[in-house]
């Protein structure tokens, strides 16, 4: 059974043209690699033709996994969720309570993540951590370097 991943609209966008771009683009250039491959001679002493059909491969296995990935993708109405704990999509400014620093994070699908733009997946352990608490919860989360508490300031969309 697969499994069902959130995105926003513009990170669907993103996988479809991710997905039509390996199909479009890639997929031929890896077909005429073989092909030129195929041309120098015997297959047998080829490493160029195994690589290239190694290459080719791969392709398919990452074209096959975001095939999969957009079949399941469903896209969130932002003004259907609930403001007052943290959901998918939920903009969080959190306090660590150690060191009393605070950091704004969005929690996204997977595919989205990208902490230098402040989202983090809602699977990380953080996002895991933080899901469904309230505003003034305190979030005890596992991270490798041990247990950290994290104080939820702030929810908004």
């Avoid at 966008?13 to 015997?42: F, Q, T, W």
């Amino acid at each position: 059974m697969s499994k069902i991943s959130y995105y926003t609209a513009e990170g669907l966008k993103k996988l479809k043209e991710e997905l039509n771009h390996l199909k479009d683009v890639e997929r031929p250039k890896a077909s005429n690699a073989i092909a030129e491959a195929r041309d120098k001679g015997d297959l047998s002493e080829n490493a160029e033709y195994d690589a290239a059909k190694e290459a080719q491969g791969m392709l398919e296995m990452r074209i096959s996994k975001l095939e999969e990935t957009l079949s399941n993708a469903r896209v969130i109405d932002e003004s259907q969720l609930d403001n007052s704990k943290v959901l998918v999509l939920s903009k969080v400014k959190i306090k660590n309570q150690v060191n009393n620093m605070i950091m704004d994070y969005t929690i996204v699908a997977d595919g989205e993540a990208d902490l230098s733009k402040g989202k983090i997946s809602v699977n990380s352990p953080i996002g895991k951590g933080l899901l469904g608490k309230s505003v003034g919860e305190i979030a005890q989360i596992n991270v490798p370097s041990g247990i950290i508490n994290f104080e939820v300031l702030e929810i908004t969309r």
